[in-house]
């Protein structure tokens, strides 16, 4: 019994030392990713919105987050990533222009990932809520293209747009 508890405490640090915080490496991968070269003053607008959801049923969950800012925002709205975690870091699955939340992950699925809805409007259009359908490599870029979905939709909203987030280069 005297040896199992160094072992378990050697064995949880070890666990510790290779799940690094999501959040942290979200925020890393981020700045990296959306970083201009060289920063310049718009990028300390930059702010994300992020939710953890398991899009491909692998039960591992994708990173949804909401970008704005004066470099990623128009008219129509500003910029969505979808990423898949690789290691410790993460990949990017998908980036669309021009969102609006509401962000909602939908009960139907496409090529084995969930559908995603976001708000769109601005630019001269009436607004909806678009479907993002997976084709089996990413979602559209483009969700002014996409099908409008009626009113009774089902799905979890996970990016409401209450909030500002936070942000990225303090």
């Not at 201009?36 to 039960?59: H, I, K, M």
């Not at 976001?118 to 809520?129: C, L, N, R």
């Not at 559209?140 to 747009?161: E, H, M, R």
């Amino acid at each position: 019994m005297s040896r199992l508890v160094p072992a378990l405490v050697l064995l949880i640090g070890c666990a510790r030392l290779h799940s690094a915080d999501p959040d942290e490496s979200l925020k890393s991968f981020l700045q990296t990713y959306l970083k201009s070269s060289p920063p310049s003053e718009w990028d300390r607008t930059t702010r994300y919105v992020r939710a953890f959801f398991d899009l491909d049923g692998d039960g591992k969950p994708e990173a949804i987050v909401y970008v704005s800012g004066r470099a990623w925002c128009g008219t129509g709205g500003c910029r969505m990533l979808i990423l898949q975690r690789n290691g410790s870091s993460f990949q990017v699955v998908a980036r669309t222009t021009v969102t609006r939340p509401p962000i909602r992950v939908l009960e139907t699925s496409t090529h084995g990932w969930r559908d995603v809805s976001v708000g769109v409007a601005g630019g001269g259009i009436k607004g909806f809520e678009a479907q993002l359908r997976f084709d089996g490599k990413t979602y559209p870029l483009n969700p002014s293209l996409a099908p409008a979905l009626p009113d009774n939709v089902k799905g979890t909203v996970v990016i409401d747009g209450a909030k500002p987030g936070e942000l990225l280069y303090p």
